[in-house]
Structure formats: C-alpha cells, structure tokens
T-cell receptor, first 113, second 111 residues
Framework: GGIITQTPKFLIGQEGQKLTLKCQQNFNHDTMYWYRQDSGKGLRLIYYSITENDLQKGDLSEGYDASREKKSSFSLTVTSAQKNEMAVFLC????????????FGKGTRLTVV | GQGVEQPAKLMSVEGTFARVNCTYSTSGFNGLSWYQQREGQAPVFLSYVVLDGLKDSGHFSTFLSRSNGYSYLLLTELQIKDSASYLCAVRDRNSGTYQRFGTGTKLQVVP
C-alpha cells in the first residue's frame, strides 16, 4: 500500500502571512487534490492536478495558489492568511484510470492568529 | 444547480442498523462514493456505486437511485466503533475527475 504525507500537521500563522502546505504521495498516482474542511461544511475542493504539469482550479481557489512540482508532490500556498481562519486542509490522490477511490492524507490544521 | 446534501447528525443503537442518506443534483451523474471519517482522521473510502440498486458489501451496503438523485449507506449490526462521520461524494461530467462532497453525517452509536 501507499501513503500520503502532509507537512506540517499543525500550522499557526499570522494575518496576512503567506503560508505553504506540502503533500507527498507514494502511490504513483497521477491525480492529486487539495480540499479544505470546515466544521459543518464538508470538503471543498481548492485545486487539483490531473497529471504532472497540470493545474486546475476547484470551487474555492480564490486566495490560494498551488504547484505540482513533480508527480509525487503537490503543494498549496495560502497567499494571505485571514485572521481567525481555522480549517483542516486535506491532500488526496487517485489513479487517473481507476479514480473511483480517493486516498487522503491526515491533514494540516491551520490556525491564523 | 449542483449540490450534495446529507443530514448533519444521526443516532442509532448498538446492534441495530443505521441508514445514512444522501441526495444530490447534477447535470450528468458519473458515480457516487461513500467515505468514513473518524474524528481527527483522514476520510477512508468505503464504497462506489454507479448503477441503480443495492450493493451489499457485508457490514456496509449502498443503494442508488439515479432517477431520484438519492443514495444511502446502510450499516448493520452496529458497533460503538462505527461512530464516525460518513461522507457522500458525487462525480459528474462537469467535475470530470474530482468528486463533490456533501457536508457529512455524524453517526453516533449508543449502547
């Protein structure tokens, strides 16, 4: 089996700060995703990348940038952290061919003070 | 519009069953997945359905009615450890590769 590793697990930032979240997967999956999870709001897609060198905006891309550095890694940047923002950011991956199952990392919990 | 709706909470008694409902609206349905998410943990895939009817996977079964935009996840012989959030996710032809998630249903199994 494979694993998705997200770093850091906890991230505390200041208002207006630029923050970067990292994700690595060893499934050899083509497609990677970044979701944001807020209490009571489910998972909302921020960015995804179908294959290496591809980048697609999701429903919640404003205020974020993403970069698919190589097939195994996908990073997300919060361009300007909002005060009192608190959410969990989940990285995920799936096979391009058999993408019915999506595998998730354990998440990065962001707090902005 | 397109959306995925789930009730926020559900409570059931140990040893009985729980049915977690999901309704969706989409312009071109292309599959529905169910995930389990324990507190503080990553979502874990349970089941995928694309055809109408009941799909029995032992402890978990899933039902789909495409004409009604409706699915449910049925958990039988409930155990306390089944307490978790259950997420429904729909893929449609507009979203293509990615799945659109509902808000999740938090199931509490009580003795």
């Amino acid at each position: 089996g494979g694993i998705i590793t997200q770093t850091p697990k906890f991230l505390i930032g200041q208002e207006g700060q630029k923050l970067t979240l990292k994700c690595q997967q060893n499934f050899n999956h083509d497609t990677m995703y970044w979701y944001r999870q807020d209490s009571g709001k489910g998972l909302r897609l921020i960015y995804y990348s179908i294959t290496e060198n591809d980048l697609q905006k999701g429903d919640l891309s404003e205020g974020y940038d993403a970069s698919r550095e190589k097939k195994s890694s996908f990073s997300l940047t919060v361009t300007s952290a909002q005060k009192n923002e608190m959410a969990v950011f989940l990285c995920a991956s799936s096979s391009l061919i058999a993408n019915t199952e999506v595998f998730f990392g354990k998440g990065t919990r962001l707090t902005v003070v | 519009g397109q959306g995925v709706e789930q009730p926020a909470k559900l409570m059931s008694v140990e040893g009985t069953f729980a049915r977690v409902n999901c309704t969706y609206s989409t312009s071109g349905f292309n599959g529905l997945s169910w995930y389990q998410q324990r507190e503080g943990q990553a979502p874990v895939f349970l089941s995928y359905v694309v055809l109408d009817g009941l799909k029995d996977s032992g402890h978990f079964s899933t039902f789909l009615s495409r004409s009604n935009g409706y699915s449910y996840l049925l958990l039988t012989e409930l155990q306390i450890k089944d307490s978790a959030s259950y997420l429904c996710a729909v893929r449609d032809r507009n979203s293509g590769t990615y799945q659109r998630f509902g808000t999740g249903t938090k199931l509490q199994v009580v003795p």
